[in-house]
């Protein structure tokens, strides 16, 4: 018979003290992998609202058009319970390449700012022990960002885009040219270059449409009515 597992065992391995989205994606990256999941995500589930809504932190292995859909239906489970739900949930999910595949949500507590979720999408149905340590590192993971809500570590992680590099973003993704953004803006088509160009940089983007999808994917422009 295998010795239970101890949170004091595990918590230094998980517990990310001051947590930043990359401290955090690495972390459930990690744990996805070490669970044998295939994708997971991290979010929060805003309880204090008429109508509940779901705020990510952190992903991996997922790709956009999916992840919505794999968060509410975690959430939803979650959420079933009355926001009281704190144990682990297997949820059956979609068929991944032919097999069916299930949906491990671990809850936080409840607290006033939300409830934390950790959910990894994996193929193989899994055994007590492999659940129970999966669900004592998630609490440690999502510990430090209780200490340290979202909301508050937000602003320091996402780069800060001038107004100007917003609307050229925002025109980009429009499918409008340097030439015609200058017309629209009164910039010369070499300025609108120059806000394009420095947007990418902080983004950490290849080319103005990677910026653009990024930006777009991080809530930092909105498409131009």
Request: aromatic share 6%.
């Amino acid at each position: 018979m295998s010795n239970p597992v101890q949170m004091r065992d595990i918590a230094p391995q998980w517990m990310v003290e001051a947590p930043d989205r990359d401290a955090v994606t690495a972390s459930i990256e990690t744990l996805c992998e070490q669970f044998g999941g295939s994708s997971a995500v991290l979010f929060r589930i805003n309880i204090d609202q008429a109508a509940p809504k779901t705020k990510l932190i952190a992903s991996t292995g997922i790709e956009d058009q999916f992840r919505d859909a794999f968060i509410d239906r975690a959430a939803g489970s979650v959420a079933g319970g009355g926001y009281t739900e704190i144990l682990p949930l297997m949820i059956p999910a979609w068929k991944v390449g032919g097999a069916s595949a299930f949906i491990y949500a671990f809850p936080g507590f409840p607290r006033a700012h939300g409830q934390l979720v950790t959910a990894i999408l994996s193929i193989e149905q899994k055994g007590f022990q492999s659940i129970a340590t999966t669900d004592l590192a998630c609490r440690c993971i999502m510990e430090g960002l209780d200490r340290k809500p979202v909301g508050e570590m937000a602003p320091q992680d996402q780069p800060r885009i001038t107004a100007r590099e917003q609307s050229c973003l925002a025109w980009t993704a429009e499918g409008k040219t340097s030439d015609e953004i200058g017309i629209i803006l009164d910039l010369s088509p070499h300025t609108v270059n120059h806000y394009l160009g420095s947007a990418a940089r902080k983004l950490g983007a290849t080319n103005r449409m990677h910026a653009v999808a990024k930006a777009l994917r991080m809530g930092l422009i909105e498409r131009p009515v």
